[in-house]
């Protein structure tokens, strides 16, 4: 079940979340306070994967996690995380959907992420939601010095030549303007880019 991370308690969220990343992420992984950071910080959105309907009971199970920053234009995925003993069931693949979901009803125009170069699972994950390889930075995770790609995803469609209003204002406009006036053969048209 997916749920806001401010739907269980935030000391349960931050230990569980912690103690997945030095897990997933040994060297590279986030305290707790960095995780308690982030739930903190301005324009961040956290999901947590919890077992069944762990919200009611005492102790929920934190199965995955991920989070966004969003800054008025771009969502830049800051992290996911699924314990191992869950993986591959399409828990990161719910969780970033949800995520996707989350950003574009915030009015995101585009996701961002960086994901270790050597991450197939990731990678594979990230190019079936439709992200692509933007580049590369050299050296990007540490302590370890690995290079990470960064991926895009549009979250709105870009109109590329006439858009179907494009073209009734041209035909509307053009009408009106031979009707009105014979003397010239201007016309403007509208690009949406």
Same mark, same amino acid.
């Given at each position: $079940?997916?749920?806001?991370?401010?739907?269980?308690?935030? &000391?349960?969220?931050?230990? +569980?979340?912690?103690?997945?990343?030095?897990?997933?992420?040994?060297?590279?992984?986030?305290?707790? +306070?960095?995780?308690? /950071?982030?739930?903190?910080?301005?324009?961040?959105?956290?999901?947590?994967?919890?077992?069944?309907?762990?919200? /009611?009971?005492?102790?929920?199970?934190?199965?995955? %996690?991920?989070? @966004?920053?969003? &800054?008025?234009?771009?969502?830049?995925? $800051?992290?996911?995380?699924?314990?191992?003993?869950?993986?591959? /069931?399409?828990?990161?693949?719910?969780?970033?959907?949800?995520?996707?979901? #989350?950003?574009?009803?915030?009015?995101?125009?585009?996701?961002?992420?960086?994901?270790?170069?050597?991450?197939?699972?990731?990678?594979?994950? @990230?190019?079936?939601?439709?992200?692509?390889?933007?580049?590369?930075?050299?050296? %990007?995770? /540490?302590?370890?010095?690995?290079?990470? %790609?960064?991926?895009?995803?549009?979250?709105?469609?870009?109109?590329?030549?006439?858009?179907?209003?494009?073209?009734?204002?041209?035909?509307?406009?053009?009408?009106? +303007?031979? #009707?009105?006036?014979? =003397?010239?053969? =201007?016309?403007?048209?509208?690009?949406?880019?």
């Amino acid at each position: $079940m997916i749920v806001d991370h401010s739907q269980i308690p935030e &000391d349960t969220a931050v230990g +569980q979340i912690a103690a997945l990343e030095k897990d997933l992420f040994d060297r590279g992984a986030w305290s707790e +306070q960095s995780v308690r /950071q982030e739930f903190h910080a301005p324009a961040r959105t956290y999901l947590l994967d919890i077992e069944g309907d762990a919200v /009611q009971t005492a102790d929920p199970v934190v199965r995955g %996690y991920a989070g @966004y920053w969003y &800054d008025g234009d771009d969502a830049e995925i $800051m992290t996911i995380g699924v314990g191992r003993p869950y993986q591959r /069931q399409g828990i990161a693949a719910a969780l970033l959907e949800t995520l996707i979901v #989350s950003a574009r009803r915030q009015g995101a125009k585009r996701m961002l992420l960086e994901v270790r170069v050597d991450n197939v699972p990731a990678l594979a994950l @990230y190019e079936r939601f439709g992200f692509t390889r933007m580049g590369l930075r050299k050296r %990007y995770y /540490q302590p370890e010095g690995i290079d990470a %790609y960064t991926m895009s995803l549009d979250l709105e469609p870009r109109v590329v030549g006439f858009s179907a209003t494009a073209d009734t204002e041209h035909t509307s406009a053009t009408h009106t +303007q031979r #009707s009105s006036n014979e =003397r010239t053969n =201007r016309t403007r048209h509208r690009i949406d880019l």
